[in-house]
């Protein structure tokens, strides 16, 4: 080859560079990304060969990658030491891309389905976006045991050209970028350091720069050794945290970790971590997450944690590097796969285990992750049925036998204590600690020293919707339904309770009459034993707070109506029966309600009126 030869890309080389340049990438900065990384699979494959054969290294033994900004020129050059490329591979590799499958995958693309990993590597996207920022290319290489080297040479317009390069070229590829005009930001030394060491810190090959005012020495600007791959036995807790701190962009310290190898059908490294304390803006993050790193052979990929952990754990930060998995062609976007729903399992399952350990080993820790993230974890209950019972065992809500809403209890240790003949596991949900630790409901479960769950935060009312049976125990809201407490023992038995329900037939008869429609039912309760009323649900109702939560920010909340108990035991009760005078036993009968409902948490419908008839019943000495 003595002269320049001009080629022409294929149509196909055409489609991706325009796919590439205008659709594919939402961050040009990912180009370095995609460079660097052809770089390090250049080394990996050179370290392969020369496996067998170790005259490859001839005098370069070094494995390396360098970076260099030119800013007179305004070039950019990324090179490698690794295989290098003979002509031939040249014109493969980034001028041809009519293999098997292309057609299909562009199609694929056109279509908007998603695409395999597996020919990105075909058909050189990865290389392609180089255009993004630049408006010319050359590509000088030289391949591994061979003697000269060639540069190809292309703008993008449609062709490329191929000449020989240097005699004393040196082994490996260098892709130099003639940047576009407004790309000057790529020639400073800070930027390119930056894309670095977010990108690529944790490529096995060290990444050179020079150093800043020196134009001959390079410098290591990249770790240049996976901390995730290195054997536990080899680390610290120092080495744990500092890495931590790396990965969070966290100032403070990680609560705890699990760091797994797992091998066989599929291949990866998780070091998963739980941070002591929310960020900040924690709350505000459901779908924007971020946190849980994804490498690819110790490149970095994306931000998985949407991908990768179900969104109840989106607290964990930490990285997985995986052999390889099925990404759409820009690397930024998994696709959806077996494999990856495989990972997300075995992750989900190692997150689980920490924090059971956790729980068990070291409860004073456990009860600081639970102040920071305790109600995010609530949401697996809802989310995560295959994992329903193990999130169950990992929540703690506060009870009955609580001295104040910070005293929790674990599901296991509320069974741990449960009284004689009791099967189910009782618990309220309120609008607050006040409302719930106060409720009517309570007393009749209180005097048979029934201990009751006490959820009182905005997510439960929505959890308990989820709350079916744990550990063989059914989960019984005690505002809801009809509770039999028989078998619990107690001071009131069944015959007497019976006996008082038919000597109050009448009052439930009148109460009916002057409530009306206000109210789906009026009966005698089991529930209490000091208060005169309580609001009370169906089964499967929403609570009264949370439709009142609902229509509040607007949405269409079901307007079921509360049922009304009543404790016939009651003086007030007992005044409503044998009151004559009709419009007194209206005030009476609205009272009842509206009573039930203020302590139930609600809001009156008319407050004016409830002041009226209780200044009415007041004057009257009733």
Known sequence: MTATETHHFQAEVQQVLQLVIHSLYSN???????????????????????????????????????????????????????????????????????????????????????????????????????????????????????????????????????????????????????????????????????????????????????????????????????????????????????????????????????????????????????????????????????????????????????????????????????????????????????????????????????????????????????REFGTTLKEGVAEDAGNRERVLKLLRFPSTRSENAEQLVSLDEYIGRMVAGQEDIYYLTADGWNAARNSPQLEALKARGVEVLLMHERIDEWMSGYLHEYAGKRLRNVAKGELDLDKLGGQVDKAAREQAAKDAEGVVARLKGILGDAVKDVRVSARLTTSPSCIVLDEHDMALHMQRLLKAAGHDAPAGKPILEINPEHALVKRLAGEADDARAADLGWLLLEQAQLAEGGVLDDPAAFIARTTRLIASGG
């Open 28 to 370: 040009k900065d990912i180009f370095l990304r995609e460079l660097v990384s052809n770089a390090s699979d250049a080394c990996d494959k050179l370290r392969f060969e020369a496996l067998q054969d170790p005259e490859l290294y001839g005098d370069e033994p070094g494995l390396k990658i360098e970076i260099h900004a030119d800013k007179a020129a305004r070039t950019l050059s990324v090179r490698d030491t690794g295989i290098g490329m003979s002509k031939q591979e040249l014109i493969e590799n980034l001028g041809t891309v009519a293999r098997s499958g292309t057609r299909r995958f562009l199609e694929a693309i056109a279509e908007g389905r998603k695409a395999d990993l597996s020919l990105i590597g075909q058909f050189g996207v990865g290389f392609y976006s180089a255009f993004i920022v630049a408006d010319r290319v050359t590509v000088t290489s030289r391949k591994a045991g061979a003697s000269g080297s060639f540069v190809w040479e292309s703008t993008g317009d449609g062709q490329f050209t191929l000449s020989e390069g240097p005699e004393d070229a040196p082994r490996g590829t260098t892709v130099t970028l003639h940047l576009r005009e407004g790309e000057d930001d790529y020639l400073e030394d800070w930027k390119l350091r930056a894309l670095i060491r977010t990108y690529s810190d944790h490529i096995g090959f060290p990444i050179r720069m020079r150093k800043p005012g020196d134009g001959a020495e390079y410098e290591t600007v990249n770790q240049a050794s996976a901390l995730w791959m290195r054997p536990k036995n080899e680390l610290t807790d120092e080495d744990y945290q500092g890495f931590y701190r790396h990965v969070a962009h966290d100032f403070g310290e990680a609560l705890a970790w699990t760091h797994n190898r797992v091998e066989g059908n599929q291949n990866f490294t998780s070091l998963l971590y739980v941070p002591a304390r929310a960020p900040f803006d924690f709350q505000f993050s459901r779908d924007d997450r971020k946190g849980l790193k994804l490498y690819i052979k110790r490149v970095f990929i994306m931000d998985a944690s949407a991908q990768m952990l179900p969104a109840y754990l989106r607290f964990v930060r930490g990285v997985v590097d995986s052999d390889d998995l099925p990404l759409n062609v820009s690397r930024e976007i998994l696709q959806e796969s077996r494999q990856v729903e495989r990972i997300k399992g075995a992750l989900t399952k190692r997150v689980l285990d920490l924090l059971d350990r956790l729980a068990k080993d070291e409860p004073e820790k456990y009860a600081g992750f639970w």
